[in-house]
């Protein structure tokens, strides 16, 4: 078969373990020619191509990023995108394409199956572990790792000058990277777009740690956490092209506001695109082969406007309708019956 590969919307630690995987098995296992699209669904439309062999992948297993590159954007963008790309396949010969990617590239895969018959399967892909119908998404373990070594690092400083410090990390619309590193980095507060925050429990919580005689504390904050409607001010939010929110500044607010409220020295840290950024963990790399190796054996089976998913210890396949237009909220009992017990 001539099975093509993309990467689309943000980029994401395990990547390229998908492609090599994919390439892999394809190459080896079933005599695949796979080719890869440059830039996402702009370079299906445009018929950027580069291929991808077993040789071309050598090396990519530790890289972070993708070697495909990346960008945001659909081919519903434009009145003749769909038949572009439905021209690209039928042109270049294509059994099917492979998308890699989050909540909009699947949204996008999933309306080409649906609405056009064209032949797509999906490999999800997301660093927030957002995506409905499957337990895990390769890149989430990464982030938090990272995550987890900044919050170890600010400790020592937090404690050295009797300092509050916010971590601002990713998780837009879940808390998931949050809630797992407050676990594992010992946060004093852990605050998530599931649960709206009341910021005087916040500092009120501090206050109480102050007076048991611990000085420092690290408050985590996912960029789309808000508070309770009425306890505190947040500005309105510029939307990008495509209609998100910018996010990033929750974290400033609510270490102004605690400043403020407590009297205690406090500083804010963002995170940022660290979290997406280098060398992918070990289990990320692994989960994103199995992911790879799965999707090229659902094409020869084929399982066409389907995802590859994780299930509990199994890697399995689940329609992409079940992932376009939902969110995978934080586990309440986790967040509340776990990590609460350690708050202040």
């Known amino acids: 078969m001539r099975v093509g590969v993309l990467t689309g919307g943000g980029d994401c630690p395990g990547l ?21 699209f440059i830039d996402a669904w702009d370079g299906v439309r445009e018929r950027r191509t580069t291929p991808l062999t077993i040789e ?16 945001r954007g659909s081919p519903f963008d434009d009145p003749d995108g769909v038949a572009e790309v439905q021209a690209t396949i039928d042109d270049m010969g294509l059994d099917g394409l492979i998308v890699i ?3 909009g590239s699947l949204s996008v895969a999933c309306k080409l199956f649906t609405e056009h018959a064209l032949p797509v399967l999906g490999v999800p892909k997301t660093i927030d572990n957002d995506i409905v119908g499957t337990d895990m998404t390769f890149g ?33 619309h879940s808390g ?43 408050v985590v904050v996912a960029e789309g956490a ?11 939010r510029e939307v990008d092209a495509y209609g998100h929110e910018r996010l990033g500044g929750i974290g400033y607010l609510v270490a102004d506001e605690i400043g403020r409220r407590t009297g205690f020295e406090t500083r804010p840290v963002m995170l940022g695109y660290v979290q997406r950024g280098g060398t992918p963990t070990a289990f990320d790399r692994v ?18 406007g389907q995802m590859v ?7 399995a396949l689940a329609p992409l309708t079940e992932a376009v237009g939902r969110t995978r909220y934080v586990d309440m009992a986790l967040y509340q019956d776990v990590a609460a017990v350690f708050f202040a």
Request: with cysteine; hydrophobic share 40%; net charge neutral.
């Open 16 to 36: 390229n373990a998908v492609i090599r995987a994919i390439v892999r098995k394809g190459e080896r296992g079933w005599g695949d020619e796979i080719i890869g």
């Open 176 to 218: 998931w990277i949050a809630t797992h590193a407050g676990i594992a980095g010992g946060a004093t507060v852990v605050l998530i777009p599931e649960h709206p925050f009341d910021i005087d429990e916040v500092c009120e919580r501090l206050r109480r740690r102050h007076e048991r005689g611990r000085y420092a504390s690290i």
């Open 101 to 103: 990617g989050g909540n």
């Open 226 to 236: 808000l508070p309770k409607e009425g306890s505190l001010a947040v500005g309105a």
């Open 309 to 315: 998913v994780a299930r509990g210890p199994d890697v």
């Open 56 to 71: 071309a992948m050598r090396g990519s297993l530790p890289r972070g990023g993708t070697v495909l590159g990346t960008r």
């Open 140 to 172: 989430f373990n990464t982030a938090v790792q990272i995550a987890t070594d900044a919050i170890d690092r600010l400790h020592t400083t937090a404690e050295s000058h009797d300092r509050v410090i916010v971590v601002e990390v990713m998780g837009r």
């Open 287 to 304: 989960l994103a082969t199995r992911f790879g190796v799965a999707a090229i054996d659902a094409v020869h089976g084929g399982e066409w």
